[in-house]
């Protein structure tokens, strides 16, 4: 099986070329047009802020090639919010593949900490990303914006209000939680993405 991750500027990306490699694949991380356009699978991970990571995107044309891809396409955390129409984090328009726009959090109390850090339970739809898993199943988080709840939302968290833990829209899958560091629930994820076709 042959499978990308996006090469750019964000960090955080050997947790999922490990997480990868516990379910026996080998992945390649690139930015060469030709090798994601031929891929089985891409991944889309990261963490970063939404403008500089954009910047660096447009730059190399990505953008539009990740728009274009026809492959099973994950996005994860920041790849979730950049394949969104715009975010509020540094005012800057997105890749566009799901048309709404990214929030910050803005606590309401002293309590409610900013980024939102840990385990959450995931309310999700059965959908073939989450065959196999319950349907309040816990996963990690950590994240200062996120995506509202909108008609392509698969799954649901809540954390001062209720958000899109995953969306789905043709060939492209994205998860605000990070698959790769929940555990055997985050692994199932994983592996039903890569059985897609």
């Keep these: 099986m042959d499978v990308a991750i996006v090469k750019y500027n964000a960090g955080n990306i050997f947790s999922v070329i490990n ?16 090798k994601l356009q031929k891929a089985d699978h891409v991944l889309f991970p990261g963490q970063g802020n939404a403008k500089t990571t954009m910047a660096y995107l447009h730059e190399r044309h990505l953008d539009k090639l990740i728009r274009d891809l026809r492959q099973p396409v994950l996005g994860i955390c920041v790849g979730q919010q950049l ?3 715009h975010s509020e984090e540094g005012d800057v328009d997105c890749i566009g593949i799901f048309p709404v726009d990214v929030k910050q959090f803005r606590p309401k109390s002293h309590e409610e900490k900013v980024p939102a850090m840990g385990w959450n339970v995931l309310r999700s739809a059965e959908t073939t990303l989450f065959d196999g898993i319950g349907k309040e199943s816990y996963v990690y988080f950590v994240h200062s914006f996120y995506v509202p709840t909108c008609d392509f939302t698969i799954a649901e968290a809540n954390y001062i209000l209720p958000y899109s ?20 629930v985050g692994e199932r994820i994983l592996a039903n993405f890569l059985e897609m076709e």
């Design 19 to 34: 997480a990868l490699r516990r379910l026996g694949v080998v992945p390649e991380v690139t930015d060469d047009a030709e």
């Design 83 to 85: 394949l969104c129409r």
């Design 165 to 184: 833990a995953a969306l789905h829209k043709d060939n492209f899958w994205a998860t605000q939680f990070h698959p790769e560091k929940s555990g055997d």
